[in-house]
């Protein structure tokens, strides 16, 4: 970590962005602060990479995913208000107008909402987009999800004590704890009828939902029961039972609890097929990408899906028998087609959101 001190802190590392790419993302949009540039960057590959029609902005609305919002903003105005005693309103207008900025930077006329769901914000926003589009609010929904790693964020995340010192080691029994990184990652959802006839969609979504544990602040419930019951939600708006699934890309945060109670609801909900299932875990590769982390994964999955390779679950060396039996993919990539994935994410507070890919258009 290069861009604050973390001298009282046990880790002192992090996925962070490069200096030079900050220094891009600065000068490209000086008018943001540097979580609001790199989601409008991410945001806007996706809008050139999906060819959006030209017209009507009123039927493209846009959802914003994160656990922290515009802190690097918020941290300004804290330091304003201890130099100055006061808070100016120009220093407030950058955190007041962040969501109709991105909007208006992003050409989305249409609904727009923001949401923190802790780590399950990024798939939220998922749901929250597709019921945009089935209640016929819009036609296309950009969900650009993101987090920033500043002093305040992270020395609050070391606070969790869910920080490991080692290396992330998803389902591994000696595992001890994640890795928290920053960075941003955008889809572009449209209703079958609003794609523009030279767009092949890249995947499909089926279905998604949220719900919360209603049990503690940051304990998941025993057998992970809330993502458990989210998942079989995303199921059921997809019209779709376990065995229609071929592969899961788990939350796997590689800390003591959230592995092992995952673990279980996986075995609780997919029962004997899970020994022959792939369990992806992605945060392996990224570190944990905090409010972006499920979107992320969701466009890894469906490039593996595209592809059909699957990345690995880096440094994996022994299965947890409280893990078992899961296949996490350890050591190397595999290479393997499938035509329908669930994506889980969960977060503090008791958040839980989940979501259903499948390679050819779902029949509701």
Not at 147 to 171: Q, Y
Not at 176 to 202: C, H, K, Q, W
Request: aromatic content about 6%.
């Amino acid at each position: 970590i290069w861009r604050f001190s973390v001298e009282t802190c046990q880790q002192k590392n992090a996925g962070q962005i490069s200096p030079d790419d900050e220094d891009f993302l600065r000068n490209r949009f000086p008018e943001q602060d540097l979580a609001g540039a790199l989601l409008v960057e991410a945001a806007q590959q996706a809008v050139n990479q999906a060819g959006l029609p030209d017209g009507d902005t009123s039927r493209i609305g846009i959802v914003l995913a994160t656990n922290f919002g515009p802190l690097e903003a918020q941290e300004w105005l804290w330091r304003e208000k201890i130099d100055t005693g006061e808070v100016s309103i120009e220093s407030s207008g950058l955190v007041d107008d962040f969501l109709p900025s991105a909007a208006r930077l992003l050409g989305c006329g249409g609904p727009r909402a923001q949401l923190s769901m802790s780590c399950a914000s990024g798939l939220a926003g998922i749901a929250v987009a597709r019921d945009m589009l089935l209640s016929g609010r819009a036609d296309h929904v950009l969900v650009a999800a993101y987090d920033l790693l500043s002093e305040f964020s992270w020395h609050g995340l070391n606070n969790l004590r869910t920080i490991t010192s080692d290396v992330m080691r998803p389902f591994d029994r000696c595992r001890s704890g994640t890795i928290f990184s920053e960075g941003a990652a955008a889809v572009l959802l449209s209703n079958d009828s609003a794609v523009p006839a030279r767009t092949e969609p890249l995947a499909y979504l089926a279905g998604a939902a949220t719900n919360n544990n209603a049990f503690h602040i940051t304990a998941p419930l025993p057998e992970a029961e809330g993502s458990r019951l989210v998942m079989l939600e995303a199921l059921r708006l997809a019209n779709m039972k376990p065995e229609n699934i071929d592969h899961i890309c788990a939350h796997a945060t590689s800390t003591v609890a959230n592995d092992k109670t995952e673990a279980g609801a996986l075995r609780n909900l997919f029962r004997e097929r899970l020994r022959t299932m792939t369990v992806a875990a992605h945060k392996s590769q990224l570190g944990h990408l905090l409010g972006a982390a499920g979107l992320a994964e969701m466009i890894i999955t469906i490039l593996a899906m595209q592809h059909s390779i699957i990345p690995p679950t880096l440094n994996h060396q022994q299965m947890d028998p409280d893990c078992e039996p899961i296949d996490c993919i350890p050591g190397n990539a595999r290479f393997r087609q499938f035509n329908s994935a669930i994506i889980n994410s969960a977060g503090i507070g008791g958040n839980n959101s989940a979501a259903i890919l499948t390679r050819h258009a779902p029949q509701f």
